[in-house]
């Protein structure tokens, strides 16, 4: 990503700027999660020699927002901003992964901990029955699903059933050395996606919008409900199936 610091050496970084950038975020989870991946980093240069100091040592996430809170009814991407996100990632090494999320509706734990074991192509489906989580030492863990109604078996679709089909392979799906990604990178690359597009949505609203499609296009709120793996149709309703901009504008031409 482009940043006040982003051409500087290591040793030229200073506290300041990385306040200044972690100011910006409009999510303090996500400045809590940028700000824990700079200091890992210069941790491990210290130790490494690259570095004499931690200047994200200091750092600290406000506790109120000094950008613009993103409004409360952006919860799904419209149809126009899905068409332009899935044509930015076509050469990004996350691909398959933003787009399981997309058209599967899986959480970000959940797609860093899935296997090739957990994908049945022959019977068009995924079995969700782990997720990824931060552990002790920084890094990610493979453990137990969010709750107990997240393990669950979620249908393939077409469009991704033809994208996973030529990358059957064996074990984590998405790894580093055989190991968990760091999710957190992950979300720091989508971060950077939605600045390049001009949009404001977050990682998980890649599942509202799997969420809101399925809405649109009058599938079974119940089958909703078991595809997200969650514990009440009240919650799938009136959290995830968010109405969009396109679909508010379809219905008022019926007026």
Request: hydrophobic share 35%.
């Amino acid at each position: 990503s482009t940043t006040d610091f982003g051409n500087k050496q290591l040793t030229d970084i200073t506290s300041l700027d990385f306040q200044r950038f972690i100011n910006n975020f409009t999510s303090r989870e996500m400045a809590s999660r940028y700000l824990g991946v700079l200091k890992q980093a210069y941790a491990l240069a210290i130790d490494n020699g690259y570095a004499s100091k931690n200047p994200a040592a200091n750092v600290v996430v406000n506790t109120e927002r000094t950008a613009p809170k993103f409004k409360d009814n952006e919860k799904a991407f419209t149809v126009s901003d899905e068409k332009a996100f899935v044509e930015a990632i076509v050469n990004n090494k996350y691909r398959v992964l933003y787009l399981l999320c997309l058209y599967a509706g899986l959480r970000r734990g959940e797609v860093c901990s899935l296997t090739w074991e957990d994908i049945d192509l022959k019977e068009k489906s995924i079995s969700i029955n782990k997720s990824a989580k931060r552990s002790f030492d920084g890094g990610y863990t493979i453990g137990k699903t969010k709750t107990l109604s997240s393990v669950r078996t979620v249908p393939i679709q077409p469009i991704l059933y033809n994208i996973l089909l030529p990358l059957r392979s064996s074990g984590l799906v998405f790894n580093n050395n055989g190991k968990p990604l760091n999710a957190d990178i992950i979300t720091m690359d989508f971060a950077d996606i939605m600045k390049s597009l001009n949009q404001k949505h977050t990682f998980h609203q890649l599942r509202h919008t799997f969420a809101t499609r399925c809405y649109e296009k009058g599938v079974n709120p119940k089958a909703v409900q078991i595809w997200l793996g969650h514990s009440s149709l009240e919650m799938t309703t009136g959290t995830y199936t968010h109405a969009t901009s396109d679909l508010i504008e379809n219905e008022l031409k019926k007026l």
